[in-house]
């Protein structure tokens, strides 16, 4: 943690890393933690006192005292759905009213923004990218086409200009429509006919949002940092998620990138300091699109069973394969990432042996980097490391750890030249070790 600093904590994987779990044991470090892109796509699930929270748009520094937690400027926002999660904490004993902050420039998701990811997904067929409906892709759409709606918009004039980006949206969704197949026509169709019970939510999460400080948070943001109070930003999504650098056109529609805490916020590139970078032992990704070290077998089974792996908004079977290194690599390099965090090791603590991929062979030839083109033609190359076969959910300090462990750490240390400072050893807030 550095003072007058903004340490960004990110995901190198394909989202659902474990950042929720981390941002709230570092939290106390910390004077505001602070969102900068994503919406509810995100699930940041942590755990303590033998309680489950998923948060999907509230920063996960919430329940660490009274830190002030921000939703910036990068972030898309769901009225109805942002209700439901802030009444739900209240109602389990965590008022945010004073101390959540919500930028004026984040984006509205309108209703029907989720009608357009449903209607872009199906128009997309057999290429969809599964997205998690939230109509994220629709809103960030709308901003960059200077069509979008902010949370500012809602302290003026708000029904007209709601009105006329509904209006403009029906549009679209209906010339859509008229190319779909049937079947395809008929499901949209529904979402439109049951559109007015969620508007009418929709406007009362609107009125519901009036109640949070509605804030210009570049200006709140640097002036703490002006006057020395420390930050961290929480990402959402993952590298391979970026809407640059991902696996595009199967990625979210923002920078889930260190850049984008910079964009998201309101902070110049001269604030940041450590940037964490947070890994699985293995890999995981839900929704369609390439993954290199996708495990089809038993072994793809058994770690997603250990592993609990099914999406947390929406269900969804994650798929697991092992450690990509050459992904990792690349990751920590467009990020600046300064240090690594390892979670869930212990979904591996029985295997006999544990793989790593240290290379891919396209079309018959090694490269050690990561290409433009991972769709087709990329077969990963492994190194087989010898498993510690230890149940290590229980350790408190790495002085603990088995040797097999302690190797498989320098290991990954040295082929991802950087060093790996926290390791997680269970979902609970307690099972996380610092090391020296
Ligand atoms: P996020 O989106 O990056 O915050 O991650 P998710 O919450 O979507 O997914 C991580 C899942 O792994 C959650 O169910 C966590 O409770 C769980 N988890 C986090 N760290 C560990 C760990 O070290 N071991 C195990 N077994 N589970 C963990
Ligand atoms: P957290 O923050 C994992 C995936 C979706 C889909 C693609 C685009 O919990 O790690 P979108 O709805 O964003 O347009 O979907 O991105 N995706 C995630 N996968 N974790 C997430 O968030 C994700 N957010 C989006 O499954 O493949
Ligand atoms: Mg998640």
Redesign the pocket.
């Known amino acids: 943690m550095n003072k007058g600093k903004v340490d960004v904590l990110l995901?190198l994987q394909?989202?659902?890393?474990g950042?929720g779990k981390v941002v709230d044991v570092l939290t106390p470090k910390y004077d505001v933690v602070a969102r900068f892109q994503?919406g509810p796509?995100?699930?940041?699930t942590l755990e303590f006192e033998g309680q489950k929270y998923v948060l999907r748009s509230i920063p996960s520094g919430i329940f660490q005292g009274g830190k002030v937690n921000i939703i910036g400027n990068g972030v898309v926002l769901a009225p109805d759905l942002f209700m439901d999660e802030a009444k739900a904490l209240e109602a389990s004993g965590h008022d945010l009213h004073a101390r959540l902050h919500i930028s004026k420039k984040a984006h509205l998701i309108m209703p029907t923004h989720r009608v357009l990811?449903a209607a872009y997904e199906a128009q997309k067929g057999k290429d969809k990218?599964?997205?998690?409906?939230?109509g994220?892709?629709p809103t960030y759409t709308d901003k960059v086409s200077r069509n979008g709606l902010r949370v500012g918009d809602i302290l003026e004039n708000f029904e007209e200009k709601y009105a006329k980006a509904k209006a403009r949206h029906l549009n679209i969704i209906n010339s859509i429509a008229s190319n779909l197949d049937e079947e395809q026509r008929f499901a949209l169709n529904n979402q439109l006919t049951t559109l007015h019970k969620v508007e009418k939510k929709w406007l009362e999460g609107v009125e519901y949002l009036r109640q949070f400080p509605i804030v210009d948070s570049e200006h709140e943001l640097n002036n703490l940092l002006k006057s020395d109070k420390s930050v961290l930003c929480e990402g959402?999504?993952?590298t391979m998620?970026d809407v640059d650098f991902g696996s595009y056109p199967?990625?979210?529609?923002s920078n889930t990138i260190c850049a984008g805490a910079c964009t998201g916020l309101g902070i110049g590139p001269n604030k940041i300091g450590e940037v964490y970078g947070i890994m699985k032992a293995y890999c995981t990704r839900?929704?369609?699109?390439p993954f290199p070290t996708e495990l089809f077998d038993e072994t793809g089974k058994t770690i997603r069973d250990l592993g609990h792996e099914y999406?947390?908004?929406t269900g969804r079977e994650r798929r697991c394969g092992w450690i990509d290194l050459v992904a990792l690599r690349y990751s920590i390099m467009v990020n600046g990432v300064t240090q690594l965090i390892m979670m869930k090791s212990d979904v591996l603590d029985g295997f006999d042996t544990i793989k790593a991929c240290v290379a891919y062979k396209q079309n018959g030839t090694q490269i050690d980097y990561f290409p433009y083109n991972i769709e087709e033609g990329i077969e990963p190359v492994y190194e087989e490391l010898p498993g510690w076969k230890t149940d290590m959910t229980k350790f408190t300090s790495e002085d603990q750890f088995p040797k097999e462990f302690s190797d498989y750490i320098a290991f990954l240390e040295k082929q991802l030249e950087t060093p790996i400072k926290i390791i997680s050893i269970g979902p609970d807030r307690d099972q996380t070790i610092v090391r020296k």
């Open positions: 995901g394909w989202g659902d890393e950042k994503g796509n995100a699930g940041h990811d990218v599964g997205t998690t409906g939230k994220i892709g959402a999504q993952g998620l199967f990625v979210t529609s839900v929704g369609a699109g999406g947390a908004v």
